[in-house]
C-alpha cells in the first residue's frame, strides 16, 4: 500500500535496536517562488514530497541522492530551520511542535544539532576556536563557571582528535585546515550534547586523504554516544561503509530504503541500480548479475517547479511503463526490512524477481 494511504504509517526498525528517537512522517515541503506574473497560478518548488523514515539510537542512516533530490531540505526540517509544508516530525515518539515558540525550538535544539557541509563558511571567521565551543556550552547551562567551560572546550577538541588542544583553543578559522575546521563544527554540535546529528554532507569538501579520518570519528563518536546520524551523501559507496541502513532520495520523492548491505548488494529501482554503476564497488557481487552494467546514464534530474507526473524518475528509467507516469508507485516491501516505490515490483513477489533489462 502507498504509505499516503496510511496516517499512522511506521518504518520497521531495520535491526531492532530501540525505539525510534525521531520520526518523520510523510514530509512535504514546498518554496513558493516570489516574482511570479499576480493573475496567473502561483508556483512553486516541490522539494520534498512525502517523505518517512526514522531514526535509532546508536545507528546511522545514509540519505543518498544527487544534488537537487531534496537531501539538505529534509535535514533543515528535521533541524527546525525550515517549517514542512505538512508531515509530522516526532521526538521520543511525540509530535514536535511547530509553533512552540523560542524557548521549545532552543530545547528541541538541545538534542538534535546540525553538521554543514562547508566547515568554513559554518565557523565565524571573527572568532576564535575557544569562543565557537564555549558559546552553546553557555547558551545551553552545561557548565556553572569560567574553568568549567575551558575545561569542557579542551575535552571536546580532545574527542575529535585535535591535540594538544591547548594549541588549538586560540586559534581562528583561517588558521586551520579543511579538516581541522570540520572537527571543530563537529565539537561544536557535541558541545550541546544531542541525541541526534544530522551530518549534511560532512566530508564532500575536504581533501581525499582526510574524508576516512573524519568518516571514522564519527561512527566512533555515534557508537561511544550513542548517537542517532543521519548521514548525507551523493555517493552511494560511501553509505555501505558508513551506515547501518540506507535511503535512496530522487526528486523529492524515496524510492528505495533498507539495511545498507541489501540496497547496495541487490538495489531494486532502477535509479538505485543507475547510482551504483557509476560507482562500482569490487566488493558486491558482480555488476551484470544485477543488470548494473547495461543502465544507460540518461538525461538530467527534472526541476522541481514543475517535476514530472508519477514517479519523478520515469523520464529517465529504460523501464518506464504508462502507469509509471500516472502515479506514483505504492510501497512494496522486498523483505528484510528492504523495500522499494516501483512498478516493477508490484504485486510480484519481488525478492525473487530480477529486473529485466533492455
Known sequence: MNTADQPNHRLPNFNN???????????????????????GAKKVVHAVEDASFALY????????????????????ILARLYDPTSGTIRFRGAPV??????????EYRRHIQLIFQDPFGSLNPLHDVRYHLSRPIKLFGHARNQDEVNEQVLALLRRVSLSPAEQFIQKYPHQLSGGQRQRIAIARALAVRPEIILADEP????????RLDILNLLLRLKDEERLALLFITHDIASARYFAE????????????????EEVIQTPRHPYTQLLLAAAPDPDRIKDQ???????????????????????RFHPRCPHAMDICRQKFPPRTELGNGHWTNCFLYNGITARRMSVPMR
Open 245 to 260: 541502513n540506507t535511503l535512496v532520495m530522487y526528486a523529492g520523492q524515496m524510492v528505495e530504503g533498507g539495511p545498507s
Open 57 to 76: 539510537p546508536g545507528q546511522a542512516t545514509a540519505l543518498v541522492g544527487e544534488s537537487g533530490s531534496g537531501k539538505t531540505t529534509i535535514a533543515r
Open 97 to 106: 511542535k511547530l509553533k512552540g515558540g523560542a524557548a521549545a525550538l532552543r
Open 203 to 210: 566530508v564532500s569538501m575536504l581533501d581525499v586523504s582526510i
Open 17 to 39: 535496536a530501540s525505539r525510534p528517537v525521531l520520526e518523520a512522517e510523510h514530509l512535504r515541503k514546498e518554496f513558493p517562488i516570489n516574482g511570479t506574473n499576480p493573475f
Open 289 to 311: 548479475e544485477i543488470g548494473l552494467s547495461t543502465i544507460p546514464a540518461r538525461g538530467e534530474i527534472p526541476s522541481l517547479i514543475d517535476p514530472p507526473t508519477g514517479c
